[in-house]
């Protein structure tokens, strides 16, 4: 018996979420499909991967009225891509209903002519799309959206990075006054709020904390580039086992294909995701990933975000992403659902501070390194900074010397703890000395 049986569903959205498997709802599940029901706003700051898609749309589609020929919710995302996937995923909850369910799906890059003619003759009781090719639609009078009384903002903080939120803004503007908004995003920035306020009375606001920053279902490695061809490197990696689905990340669209066309010239079947590909061929190339038509992905961060790509055993980021939060985005791709995963970073000199502030986040690695075609334990790459402190500490015996120093003795006697500091410290910087004139020497017969 699935627990979706506390939030009262209809027989069909319970049927259909059996059929997919999903026996106990998600922590943001929990907390906010009773608060949905009940007709308030809400805002869920929620880590990807957590479940907010269904979170929302099993409220509005468990209540859609199908006998009201009308615009009931609209939910905005700001990627073709994540539209595409909760499109498919609001298709698949309606099939079951057992009553005409109308989804329409609205993104940049489609046939907007034709859209606006299907509408003069139905409106869709669900939209999804991206926030231009909606308003596009509205302000030509085709999609009467004043009719509806949900709007969902899906990755808010994204929408507002790529700068689609004044496209939502009108949007809204033209909804009504009782509007129930529902924003969802993994973080919500300053510069998000005044929009909030301005639109959302007294929301229900939750954030619902990770217990850990990345699923313990995850290994999570990092291996030093060091000198070696970094694309020879990812092809090395991803050939060592047998991933079932292995995503490669690079922060632009030109390294992308670089790491493709590498990779497809070793003979392996990549498919590319980046935002210079054309909206019809990003389309086709995601159903033939969801179809496991390929093995290997190669992506920017367009990737790493809300979309939900199943059964990624592998993550490689061949570079550290510019902005640190998409480490969590793109390592999250894998170790979903209770699966095992391995995530692999590659790193160089100039992004240790990057790596450090993933550490101080409380992102834990484990250090490896290629040896002869196998992955195996490697040392702490702080190790020699950690030496260096120890060794900089004094020796059990002046120790206790500074600590007699701290205590009322004779005059005579603090003389000679000084003196036997002091004494202790010129041996030290002798020994230096003698260390630095040997690596020199050393280095002056290697250039002979």
Known sequence: MTQFNCFNLKPFMLEALTKKG????????????????????????????????????????????????????????????LAEQIYQAAIELASFSGEEMRVASYVGGTDKKRQIEKLKNQQPHLVIG??????????????????????????????????????????????????????????????????????????????????????????????????????????????????????????????????????????????????????????????????????????????????????????INAEVPRDLEFFIHRVGRTGRNGMSGVAITLYSPQDEQAIGELEKLGIKFEPKIIRQGEIVDSYDRNRRTQREKSQKQLDPKMIGLVKKKKKKVKPAYKKKIKYAISENDRQKRKVERRQTDRSKRKSRKQDY
């Open 130 to 315: 991206t926030p231009g090719r909606i308003l596009d639609l509205i302000e030509n009078q085709a999609l009467k959206s004043y009719t509806a009384k949900t709007l969902v903002i899906d990755e808010a903080d994204m929408t507002l990075d790529m700068g689609f939120l004044e496209e939502v803004d009108k949007i809204a503007s033209t909804l009504p006054n009782n509007l129930q908004m529902l924003v969802f995003s993994a973080t919500i920035p300053e510069k998000l709020k005044p929009f909030l306020k301005k639109y959302m009375d007294n929301p229900v606001v939750e954030h619902i904390k990770s217990s850990t920053i990345i699923s313990d279902t995850i290994e999570n490695w990092l291996i030093p580039n060091k000198g070696q061809n970094q694309n020879q490197a990812i092809y090395s990696l991803l050939t060592m086992g047998n991933p079932y689905l292995a995503m490669v990340f690079a922060n632009t669209k030109e390294r992308v294909d670089e790491i493709t066309e590498y990779l497809k010239a070793q003979g392996l079947k990549v498919a590319k995701i980046h935002g210079g590909i054309q909206p019809r061929e990003r389309k086709r190339v995601m159903k033939s990933i969801q179809n496991l038509d390929y093995q290997y992905v190669v992506a920017t961060d367009l990737a790493a975000r809300g979309i939900d790509i199943e059964g990624v055993s592998l993550v």
């Open 22 to 81: 999903f026996e106990e709802p998600t922590a943001v599940q929990k907390k906010l499909i009773p608060v949905i029901f009940n007709g308030r706003s809400v805002v869920g700051e929620s880590q990807t991967g957590s479940g907010k898609t269904h979170t929302f749309l099993i409220p509005i589609m468990n209540e859609l009225n199908t006998k009201r020929d009308e615009v009931q919710a609209i939910i905005t995302t700001p990627s073709r891509e």
